[in-house]
């Protein structure tokens, strides 16, 4: 074969190969896997032609030879919609207001909906719950949409995909539960406009439900990273280290926190509506309503409502969302802000194209570790056993039989206490006196400063560990990690971060139900650890301009 002949046959090839890995690159980007999804088929249904109504059926074999493109058939009628009812879920400290509406005829109840245009297929998402397991077993809904102008005479309907926001080896004794559910309904059409959506049993039922849809214009992320911290219920006041838990966010580059409220103090209430008014903090009703006859297990199923509630809520706003606790600090410990670290990153591996989130491993500062001064006795004494007693009245609170023992000072690089300075200068004086002087007490101390000893066992991935969760990728989160996500991903948790680049300060009073079975691994071992003091005077000057609360506070 001439020169010519060869070359034009490996131009050919190279073509195919290029046109073949684009074709299975954009099936995988629509494409949203997860054990237990399947959709389910719907026959039986007479095909009349009626130009202003199309029915949606979903098919499990041909999804992705038809690129999730519904098909069509028709119905008799327009369904009549009910009157769209609009809930105000903004919290205020007298809001009681219910937002649930039930599916007629099934025990589904729905909580929110929202229009993603994430990938080339179009979706609408529905948060609901169901008493029970294995939803797809159970029934089958259909979503309608229709446009918001009242003289719309086209509604589409689809068949709902149910993926539970759960994973079916939790919790397998408990009898009566409710599980957290998405419905995912794919749509023909782009929504351009206001719409409304509804679920039903079948295609052309009348719907008692709706759900306003406003599609966005503005596609690009006004934020970086937002904060969703679940139902927050404290009967005792954490007003002052709500405050420094705020002011150390917003120093580390947090752009918003949204909190979702229960019941808190007036202190604590005072706080959060201060920050409110500055625009750093929104504050939201909690989907369900704590309840103490509820199971631990069964209140962590109602937070993951909260937590998807958080992260739909800011598809088009924020590119992360961030899963935390106020006694939670994601802790850079080489640049000072998320948005530096982020960068770093990047360049070690984090690819938003490969992964749906970014592990942070977890590490405890326990109240009862803090007890530097004992440390310091024993060091200049010279005792080469660095072990300290811990107090009598340290014990898991769970358990007042079952005690930590001794905790031994594991000795590395950072483990000299002597190098922690907490005098004050000149200027931390004048800052101190102003503070007491506007406040009436005495500037407080961060835990960050304060808190020097955590424990010597850093968690492992997936074990109280936060991650970084991009909302390009994630289908459905939970309180550590994503559950699903958009496409497939090298890993079904996240990328996991060098712990040498950031990790999750976690302050805790001491070990409880949480951590009880490990108690013994993270408590009788410890170390010191003073990536945090960097921070310390810029936190402290944040909290000495911020809001004074009542001297009786902590």
Not at 233 to 248: A, P, T, V
Not at 349 to 366: C, M, P, Q, R
């Amino acid at each position: 074969m001439p020169a010519k002949g060869r070359t034009f046959v490996r131009v050919v090839k190279f073509l195919l190969a290029g046109v073949t890995i684009f074709c299975f690159s954009w099936i995988a980007s629509v494409s949203e896997w997860h054990t237990g999804v399947r959709w389910t088929n719907r026959r039986g249904y007479s095909e009349r032609s009626m130009s202003t109504m199309r029915t949606i059926v979903g098919y499990s074999e041909k999804k992705q030879e038809e690129m999730n493109r519904p098909t069509t058939v028709s119905c008799d009628r327009l369904p009549v919609f009910p009157k769209i009812k609009h809930f105000n879920r903004t919290w205020s400290h007298n809001s009681d207001t219910l937002t649930w509406q039930r599916v007629a005829g099934t025990h589904v109840s729905l909580y929110s909906a929202y229009y993603d245009e994430r990938s080339p297929q179009r979706y609408v998402r529905i948060l609901a719950t169901f008493p029970g397991r294995n939803f797809s077993s159970q029934y089958t809904l259909f979503c309608q949409t229709r446009s918001s102008n009242p003289h719309s005479d086209s509604v589409e309907v689809v068949a709902a995909k149910p993926l539970e926001i759960w994973y079916h080896t939790w919790d397998l004794e408990s009898l009566k539960i409710e599980t957290p559910l998405l419905l995912s309904c794919p749509l023909t059409e782009t929504l351009h406009g206001p719409s409304v959506v509804a679920v039903v049993m079948q295609p052309c039922d009348d719907p008692t439900n709706a759900f306003e849809l406003i599609p966005s214009k503005n596609y690009k992320a006004k934020r970086m990273f937002t904060i969703c911290v679940k139902d927050m219920e404290f009967h005792k006041d954490i007003s002052q280290n709500l405050i420094e838990w705020l002011e150390i966010n917003k120093m580390l580059g947090v752009d918003m926190i949204d909190v979702y409220v229960n019941k808190v103090t007036k202190a604590t209430e005072k706080v959060l509506l201060h920050y409110q008014d500055e625009g750093y903090v929104r504050l939201f009703n909690v989907p369900i309503k704590d309840n103490s006859k509820r199971t631990l297990w069964q209140r962590r199923r109602d937070h993951a409502i909260t937590y998807n509630d958080c992260l739909y809520r800011n598809l088009e706003q924020s590119e992360f969302i961030v899963p935390l606790d106020v006694d939670e600090v994601i802790l850079p410990k080489i640049v000072d802000t998320w948005p530096e670290l982020l960068i770093r990153l990047q360049r070690l591996g984090w690819n938003t194209s490969h992964y749906s989130s970014i592990l942070i491993k977890n590490v405890f500062f326990f109240d009862f570790m803090q007890d530097v001064n004992k440390y310091k006795t024993i060091k200049s004494q010279g005792i080469k056993d660095d072990t300290y007693d811990k107090r009598d009245d340290v014990r898991i609170k769970v358990s007042p039989n079952l005690e930590i023992g001794d905790i031994k000072l594991v000795y590395d690089s950072n483990s000299n206490i002597d190098t922690i300075n907490n005098e004050l200068n000149e200027e931390d004086e004048v800052l101190h006196a102003k503070y007491k002087s506007r406040c009436g007490r005495k500037l407080p101390t961060p835990k960050l400063v304060s808190y020097v000893v955590s424990s010597a066992k850093i968690s492992p991935f997936g074990m109280y560990s936060k991650s970084w969760m991009s909302t390009k990728k994630v289908l459905t989160a939970f309180n550590h990690y994503p559950l699903s996500s958009i496409g497939p991903v090298q890993s079904p948790l996240g990328w996991s971060s060098p712990v040498k680049e950031v990790q999750l300060n976690h302050y805790k009073e001491s070990c409880n139900t949480t951590v009880f079975e490990e108690c013994a691994k993270y408590g009788r071992r410890a170390r010191i650890d003073t990536a945090a003091l960097r921070l310390s005077r810029r936190l402290t000057r944040a909290i000495a301009h911020a809001i004074c609360i009542p001297i009786n506070s902590i």
